[in-house]
């Protein structure tokens, strides 16, 4: 079933249900989420690590203005196995809910039986033969006086709309993992050229190098250095290759293809500007997994009531009507009454149990919560150090450029060492690539920040 269509007729049924269990003796979901959200940790008006005012973006995804991107997150929406299980649960969840809905409702068999005395050995003459036929509906019902079932049917419909909110978070995270591994993959192939360049660089002046201890204008122990570059330098290139391709074949993984490491990787982009980041009471109508854990524990209260509505008494009603080739006509009228008397503390313990179950969700509710706070926090607290720290780096990767340039410029006319060379050359290498190491942690914190403010990617 495709996800959409997954997505549409759990939640339509969902709703259809929870309407249906609006009974007596069932709280209505609204006012126990409500009563849920009342319970999470105080927030402030808004966030502390950095505040933007606006409404949450939605569309996210197509903040980062890569097609390329938008592409493969398509792909990974279609063939991620992990998604598939998700809405795998979303079917299970709608099934179970539909099972319990079917008790509430009353049930219809038919049955028969035919005896042919023909194929008995003691009747011998045809005198003794007879035949017997019957057929007859059965009709039974069990009425819900007391809202057991309702409660039993609000607790899967709340189940099922967790396990959509389940499946929309895990789409979102997908969306958010498959960006990240994209621009995880810039970095590798910017680094990757990066390397390339410095081979290059370094056999130039390996060349000369060797010209020049030909000739007796240089020496054969920075011929040695040299050498000792290129290898260091191709070194690091095979480093970066390998890296390169594991990760390509981490995201083709990840989308759903064979990991043949064919997805040709991008330069990266900068990061946008800043984006609104709202207030921390929306996160609890926004974020898939704080809507889940809210109606996990509303799911849990209304199975608790259910368990101690087992103490009432219960109500059988049967009628068969029918058919019989010897007495004509048969039609009976079944009622019966149940109601436990002693069960040695059975439904007691069932209702404990139950109990400590509902405890639970509240404590994972606060904890969600609070995880949920701490990541957006965490996010906007990023995005100012590390632009700063982006353009610290800048002038890092201009000022030991330039120093790298005349050092490199004045050993070929015979000022100053190989040495001095190499450590400004070192110094160049290492501020070029944390700068593209940083672009990326800044493009991945993006990511981390959309997805913790609960924005949908599309």
């Known amino acids: 079933m495709k996800r959409t269509m997954i997505k549409t007729l759990a939640f339509s049924g969902a709703v259809a249900l929870m309407l249906s269990g609006c009974a007596h003796n069932v709280v209505p979901t609204k006012a126990l989420t409500d009563e849920v959200k009342a319970t999470g940790p105080q927030a402030p008006s808004h966030f502390k690590s950095s505040y933007l005012g606006g409404r949450v973006q939605d569309g996210w995804l197509r903040s980062f203005r890569d097609p390329t991107l938008n592409t493969l997150v398509k792909e990974a929406q279609k063939n991620n196995p992990n998604l598939m299980v998700a809405a ?12 319990t809905h079917s008790g509430m409702m009353p049930r219809l068999d038919l049955s ?107 020496n054969m ?51 946008a500007g800043r984006v609104p980041s709202g207030v921390p009471a929306d996160l609890l109508n926004r974020r898939p997994d704080i809507i889940a854990a809210q109606y996990r524990v509303a799911s849990a209260f209304h199975n608790t009531e259910a368990i101690k509505l087992l103490r009432l008494p219960r109500i059988n009603i049967g009628i068969n009507l029918g058919y019989d080739s010897i007495e004509q006509a048969m039609s009976k009228l079944i009622g019966g009454l149940f109601m436990p008397v002693f069960d040695a503390g ?20 606060k904890k969600v919560v609070l995880r949920a706070y701490r990541e957006v926090e965490n996010a906007l607290a990023n995005e100012r150090y590390l632009a700063r720290r982006y353009a610290y780096l800048n002038t890092m990767v201009r000022e030991y450029k330039s120093a790298y340039d005349m050092t490199d410029k004045n050993y070929k006319i015979g000022q100053g060492t190989i040495l001095d060379v190499l ?23 993006r990511i981390n920040l959309h997805l913790a403010l609960g924005g949908s990617f599309k």
Not at 252 to 267: D, K, Q
Not at 437 to 444: A, G, N, V
Request: glycine share 6%; net charge positive; hydrophobic share 40%.
């Open 88 to 99: 795998s649960r979303v079917e299970r969840a709608a099934a179970m809910m539909q099972l």
């Open 112 to 218: 028969g039986s035919f005896i042919d005395r023909n194929w008995d050995y003691n009747y011998k003459t045809r005198e003794d033969r007879h035949y017997r036929g019957q057929a007859y509906f059965g009709f039974g019902w069990e009425p819900d006086l007391w809202g057991r079932v309702a409660n039993e049917l609000s607790s899967d419909a709340e189940l099922t709309v967790a396990a959509l909110a389940d499946y929309e978070w895990a789409r979102q995270s997908l969306s958010a993992n498959t960006a990240k591994a994209w621009f995880l993959l810039g970095s590798d192939k910017e680094i990757t050229d990066f390397y390339a360049r410095l081979v290059r660089i370094q056999q130039e002046a390996q060349t000369i190098l060797e010209k020049r201890a030909k000739i007796g204008q240089g």
């Open 221 to 271: 122990r920075d011929v040695h250095m040299i050498r000792g570059m290129v290898a260091e330098a191709s070194d690091g290139l095979q480093a970066a290759r390998a890296a390169k391709e594991r990760d390509t074949r981490a995201l083709e993984t990840l989308i759903g293809r064979y990991p043949s490491a064919s997805i040709r990787a991008r330069n990266l982009r900068a990061v």
């Open 346 to 365: 059975k439904i007691q313990a069932q209702i404990d149990a139950a109990t400590a179950d509902q405890k639970a969700a509240i404590a994972n509710y």
């Open 423 to 445: 450590q400004a050359q070192s110094k160049w290498i290492n501020a070029r690539i944390l700068r593209t190491q940083l672009m990326k942690e800044r493009l991945i914190n």
